[in-house]
C-alpha cells in the first residue's frame, strides 16, 4: 500500500481583467509567483484549509469560494503524490497585504509572469482563466523540468 497523498490547496482571488497572484517569499517554491494556499490541516475541509491559507498569506477572506481543478503532483524520488486542489474567488474582503510568506500582486490577465512560475502554471493557467473546471497531472524531474503531464477539462470534480 502506497504513501496517502497529501492535500493542498491553492486559490486564486480574481477581478474583471486581473488575477491575485504572491511571490513565495520561503519555503516549497521561494521565488515564484503562485496562487495561495498550502496544506490542509487536520480536521478541517478542504475548503476550509483554502479560506484560512488564503487569510494566513494575503490577509484576504473568502466570501464564496469555487473549486475549479485537481492537479497530482508526482516528483522523481518522492513516494508521495501532492494533490492540489485549486479555487477561485470573485467575491472576498479586505486588501491584499504582505505576509512573511507572500508579497500579493494583481496581474493582468494578459500580463501573467509565466516565466518566473512553476513550468505547469502556462499549460493549466487558460482552463483556470477560462473559468472550465479541470483536471491535471504533472510529472516532475526537480523542481523546472516536466518529465509527463495530462490535463483534461471536466464537467464536475
Known sequence: MGVPNKLLTLVFARQPGKLLLGMKKRGFGEGRWNGFGGKVEKGETIEQGARRE????????????????RIDFEFVGEEQILEVHVFQTHDFQGQPQETEEMQPK?????????????????????????????????????????LEQTIEEVKTL
Open 106 to 146: 494583481w496581474f493582468d490577465i494578459d500580463d501573467i509572469p509565466y516565466s518566473k512560475m512553476w513550468p505547469d502554471d502556462i499549460h493549466w493557467f487558460p482552463y483556470l482563466l477560462g473559468n472550465k473546471k479541470f483536471t491535471a497531472y504533472f510529472k516532475f524531474e526537480g523542481m523546472d523540468k516536466i
Open 54 to 69: 488564503m487569510l494566513e498569506e494575503s490577509c484576504v477572506t473568502v466570501n464564496t469560494i469555487e473549486e475549479v481543478g
